[in-house]
C-alpha cells in the first residue's frame, strides 16, 4: 500500500482543523540601555523611561509585541516588520520629556541657591502665593546674569524684609534698580543675542608685537 492510499484510508477518521489559527508566540530575553527601546527582530520599540538599564523580555506574535518585566506587560506595540524601525508609544515619549523638562528645573534650582542663598527662602514664600516656580526660577537667573550674585542676594534679602510686596522677581527687579538708582549707577542694557551668536563669541587673543619689532629691524639692516 503506498502513502497515499492509506492517507486515503485514514481521511474519514481524521478532524477538521480548527477555523483560528494558533499563533505560537515567540519569546525573547532584551536588555535595555542608556535608552528606553527594547530591539527586537531589527526593530526599536519603546519601553518606560523607568526600565532603562532592566533586563526584560518580549513576547511576540504575527501582530503585535508585548514587552514584560516577569509577568506584567509594560508595552505594547503593533508588531513592524520594517528594518530599522523605531515603534514609540507617545506615552513613553511624554513622560520622558517631562521628566527632563522636571531635572532641568531642578538643576537650574540648585545652581541659584548655591549661587544665591537667599534664593530658596523666596521661591518657598513665592510659591506658597500660588507663583509659578518655573517662570520664577527663570526670572531669578535672569536677574543673577545681569546684576551679579551678591547684589541680587542683597536684593532678595531686602524683598524679603519687607511685609507690602509679594516675594516675586518682578518685586526683586525694582528692589535693584532703586539700589542702582542709589549708587547713580547708569541702567543695565539688556542686548539678547540669538545662541548661535553667542556661541561664536570667542576671546581674542593679542599678537605679540616683537615680531613687527624684528621685521622692522631687518628692514633697517637693508636699507
Given at each position: 500500500m503506498t502513502v497515499r492510499q492509506a492517507f486515503a484510508?485514514?481521511?474519514?477518521?481524521?478532524?477538521?482543523?480548527?477555523?483560528?489559527?494558533?499563533?505560537?508566540?515567540?519569546?525573547?530575553a532584551v536588555s535595555i540601555g542608556k535608552t528606553p527601546y527594547a530591539r527586537f527582530d531589527l526593530n526599536?520599540?519603546?519601553?518606560?523611561h523607568a526600565y532603562v538599564?532592566?533586563?526584560?523580555?518580549?513576547?511576540?506574535t504575527q501582530k503585535e509585541v508585548r514587552v514584560l518585566d516577569g509577568a506584567k506587560v509594560v508595552a505594547c506595540h503593533v508588531r513592524s516588520y520594517d528594518k530599522g524601525a523605531q515603534v514609540e508609544d507617545a506615552a513613553h515619549i511624554k513622560a520622558l520629556v517631562d521628566e527632563k523638562r522636571a531635572a532641568r528645573r531642578h538643576s537650574a534650582t540648585d545652581r541659584l541657591a548655591a549661587a544665591v542663598p537667599a534664593s530658596t527662602a523666596l521661591l518657598e514664600r513665592a510659591a506658597q502665593n500660588g507663583h509659578s516656580l518655573h517662570s520664577a526660577v527663570i526670572g531669578l537667573n535672569r536677574l543673577l546674569q545681569h546684576y551679579g550674585a551678591s547684589e541680587l542676594q542683597a536684593g532678595i534679602l531686602e524683598v524679603l524684609a519687607l511685609e507690602g510686596p509679594s516675594p516675586h522677581p518682578n518685586a526683586v527687579q525694582l528692589i535693584l534698580e532703586r539700589r542702582r538708582e542709589r549708587r547713580r549707577q547708569p541702567p543695565l542694557l539688556h542686548v539678547a543675542l540669538p545662541r548661535h551668536v553667542q556661541d561664536k563669541d570667542s576671546p581674542v587673543r593679542p599678537a605679540r608685537l616683537d615680531l613687527y619689532d624684528q621685521l622692522k629691524e631687518t628692514s633697517d639692516d637693508k636699507s
Open positions: 484510508l485514514e481521511q474519514p477518521y481524521l478532524l477538521p482543523l480548527p477555523d483560528t489559527s494558533f499563533e505560537w508566540p515567540a519569546q525573547i526599536d520599540y519603546s519601553v518606560p538599564r532592566c533586563s526584560l523580555s518580549i513576547v511576540a
